[in-house]
């Protein structure tokens, strides 16, 4: 064995996500869990503990009915399994629109909680006085504008943004304050390859799409979607495994030994040792 101390390795922040502007593309995924984040964690710069875990986790319609128990509990196991990419955890519906002083609180408490290097929150147009009040309050706040997910209800479905000039204007516009407010980082979902060039041209902070295009500074995705978990997935997203497939022939291949008892064999069972 080697008497060498190995050096801890080094966990990104804000800091070095934002140096990354209009340099090197930054990886982006989601995690929920332990184990899937002690696999990603090498290949990736930034995990994000998404309340998408609502829909492709715990089955919900959307991600109205998370909550903050929910993201606490998925950003410990997160945090458990990542040693070096920057964790960041979404703020659910709810947790930060009742005002600053509430955000603060939810936001202080997810970071104690967890230990996690930064919050996101979607950039409505009362969000960025908030993300402001925050980072000066020392709490790293990545912004998200475009199509937001928690907005869902309101706007009758999730749709791309930015197709007609009035919403493109309000999305630049939430894009700019979000960035001025002090975001480390903003997040760009669900619009025209155009519009996603204009604001990362735009503003000083690294952008990080997702159903955005390549011109983002980063990108992200579902890691559910992107590992290929369900019959359908969104338009933007690409699939570089089938687990669902393979779950299903190895389920499939199990029920079959079991009813055949052909599983568990001798290999695997334990039995009692022969008196000497």
């Not at 964790?87 to 997810?110: H, T, W």
């Not at 060039?197 to 952008?207: F, R, S, V, Y």
């Not at 393979?246 to 069972?269: G, L, N």
Request: aromatic letters at 6%.
């Amino acid at each position: 064995m080697s008497s060498q101390k190995q050096e801890p390795v080094k966990r990104l922040h804000a800091p070095d996500i934002l140096a990354r502007k209009g340099g090197e593309p930054i990886v982006c995924l989601t995690a929920y869990d332990a184990p899937t984040a002690e696999l990603l964690d090498s290949h990736c710069d930034l995990l994000l503990v998404g309340d998408s875990v609502g829909m492709v986790v715990h089955g919900l319609p959307n991600t109205v009915g998370v909550t903050l128990d929910m993201m606490i509990l998925h950003g410990q196991a997160v945090m458990r399994g990542a040693r070096q990419a920057m964790v960041v955890i979404d703020m659910p519906f709810g947790s930060y629109e009742g005002g600053k002083e509430l955000a603060y609180q939810n936001c202080a408490r997810v970071m104690k909680e967890t230990g996690a290097q930064g919050v996101k929150l979607e950039s409505g147009p009362t969000v960025p006085q908030t993300i402001e009040y925050l980072v000066q309050r020392g709490i790293p706040v990545m912004g998200h504008v475009g199509l937001r997910p928690q907005a869902v209800l309101n706007e009758g479905g999730f749709k791309a943004k930015g197709k007609t000039e009035d919403e493109r204007l309000r999305v630049m516009s939430e894009a700019e304050a979000t960035a001025d407010a002090g975001a480390f980082a903003v997040v760009i979902e669900g619009v025209a390859e155009g519009l996603a060039a204009e604001i990362t041209l735009a503003i000083d902070k690294p952008t990080i799409g997702i159903g955005a295009s390549a011109a983002c500074d980063g990108q992200i995705l579902v890691v559910n979607d992107m590992l290929g978990m369900f019959d359908w997935s969104p338009k933007f997203v690409r699939r570089y495994a089938d687990l669902r497939g393979e779950i299903t022939r190895a389920a499939k291949s199990y029920a079959e030994d079991v009813r055949a008892r052909r599983f568990p064999a001798q290999v695997e069972t334990y039995f009692s040792k022969k008196p000497v």
